[in-house]
T-cell receptor
């Protein structure tokens, strides 16, 4: 079982719709979770971090965490063509030294 | 405030050769992590350097080695290059526990390595 699993997509949504990106993880001890956005040919950039069960909102982005189900999601409201990118779900390791483990990413396409 | 700087941006090498990639972390950051990202895949953790020592390592062979200098900059060396080493190599800098509990990584723009 992969440490962080995502559907590779592509996920296509019309402009203005809500895009829903999902992720599951295997290590129950994980306590921190991240969503990174990566445009084609560019490096990842952090858009959301979440540590507690529930929702965390930042502008058009909402991250959701359910530790019991080992599930993380990212909602993008009012999707724009500029949101078209690969979204990487990641978790922080639960102990010891700090590192981040990434999923394979979900490619999002927002259709004008 | 300079971000993370990686060099070179692109590199073409022949199988069996050796390569050195360089990274200067963001100002104020003391930890450097290296990742390999193959096309269509997520970044894979290679290793992490702090206080000039490798403090953890991913599932990569000994052909991959690194170094961190007193100014926190870092190098990634790959010996005996294989075709499968072709990838985007990302340097990520951070400060202490901020990787997990704070602002997370700041990534450089990466080095695109092609092995032919």
């Amino acid at each position: 079982q992969k440490e962080v699993e995502q559907n590779s997509g592509p996920l296509s949504v019309p402009e203005g719709a809500i895009a829903s990106l999902n992720c599951t993880y295997s290590d129950r001890g994980s306590q921190s979770f991240f969503w990174y956005r990566q445009y084609s040919g560019k490096s990842p950039e952090l858009i959301m971090s979440i540590y507690s069960n529930g929702d965390k909102e930042d502008g058009r982005f909402t991250a959701q965490l359910n530790k019991a189900s080992q599930y993380v999601s990212l909602l993008i409201r009012d999707s724009q063509p500029s949101d078209s990118a690969t979204y990487l779900c990641a978790r922080g390791n639960s102990g010891g030294y700090q590192k981040v483990t990434f999923g394979t990413g979900t490619k999002l396409q927002v259709i004008p | 405030d300079a971000g993370v700087t990686q060099s070179p941006t692109h590199l073409i090498k022949t199988r069996g050769q050796q390569v050195t990639l360089r990274c200067s972390p963001k100002s104020g950051h003391d930890t450097v992590s290296w990742y390999q990202q193959a096309l269509g895949q997520g970044p894979q953790f290679i290793f992490q350097y702090y206080e000039e020592e490798e403090r953890q390592r991913g599932n990569f062979p000994d052909r991959f080695s690194g170094h961190q200098f007193p100014n926190y900059s870092s190098e990634l060396n790959v010996n005996a290059l294989l075709l499968g080493d072709s990838a985007l190599y990302l340097c990520a800098s951070s400060r202490g526990t901020a990787v997990v509990w704070g602002s997370g990584y700041t990534f450089g723009s990466g080095t695109r390595l092609t092995v032919v």
